[in-house]
């Protein structure tokens, strides 16, 4: 499954995949890969993103009952 809320999160605060790779600590390709839905992150990158960000896990991880059927 896609997370498009990580990525209009990441757009929301300027930054580019890369700019959030070096905020959290893995690469371009691992933003990427988790955006797209074919990596799943470990709780503690899930973490790092969310401050990177200024979201919540809620914000961007939770699965909506409408989201799991894309």
Not at 41 to 67: H, R, S, V, Y
């Amino acid at each position: 499954m896609k997370n498009k809320r990580i990525k209009i999160a990441r757009i929301e605060c300027d930054m580019s995949q890369d700019d959030l790779a070096k905020a959290v600590g893995v690469t371009r390709q691992t933003i990427g890969a988790i955006e797209n839905g074919s990596y799943n992150p470990t709780l503690k990158l899930c973490i790092a993103i969310c401050k990177a960000t200024g979201k919540t896990l809620n914000d961007l991880f939770w699965e909506e009952n409408d989201e799991e059927s894309e």
